[in-house]
């Protein structure tokens, strides 16, 4: 999995912060395996020049999945740091539940599910 980051400039993306954000995604996304190709990180200040708000970075994570759409998901907080541990937890439920809606033997058991419902539904009923 390739990890990319890019910064405004007013945001820190000196190579510890590529660093760390490699590390957090690595070991947050690593149960996907395969699946991920890519995750591109965008940091930016929101309000650089007014420090009024206290969640002004946004960290924005596009992730790459083998022969799906990417999933994209934001978050904010204080600092760099904050912000993609935040993102990182939102994009691994994004992922899980991307995988989980194509995965083959979620989708077998469904219609087991739904026979077995309507089968029931039919019994009830005849009385």
């Known amino acids: ?31 996907f395996g ?4 890519r995750v591109e990180a965008h940091i930016a200040d929101e309000n650089s020049h ?19 759409e990417p999933v994209v998901v934001k978050d904010r907080a204080a600092n760099a740091h904050q912000a993609i541990q935040g993102a990182v937890g939102k994009l691994k439920r994004a992922i899980a539940t991307v995988l989980e809606k194509h995965d083959p033997r979620h989708n077998a058991a ?4 739904v026979a077995a419902v309507a089968v029931a539904g039919d019994a009830g009923s005849s009385s």
């Open 110 to 113: 469904l219609p087991d599910a």
């Open 50 to 68: 007014a420090k009024a708000n206290p969640d002004e970075i946004q960290c924005t994570l596009e992730a790459r999945l083998a022969g799906r």
């Open 1 to 31: 999995m390739q990890v990319f980051l890019n910064t405004d400039p007013h945001t820190d993306g000196r190579h510890e912060m590529a660093d760390h954000l490699t590390s957090v995604v690595k070991d947050a996304l690593a149960r």
């Open 34 to 37: 395969e699946h991920v190709t």
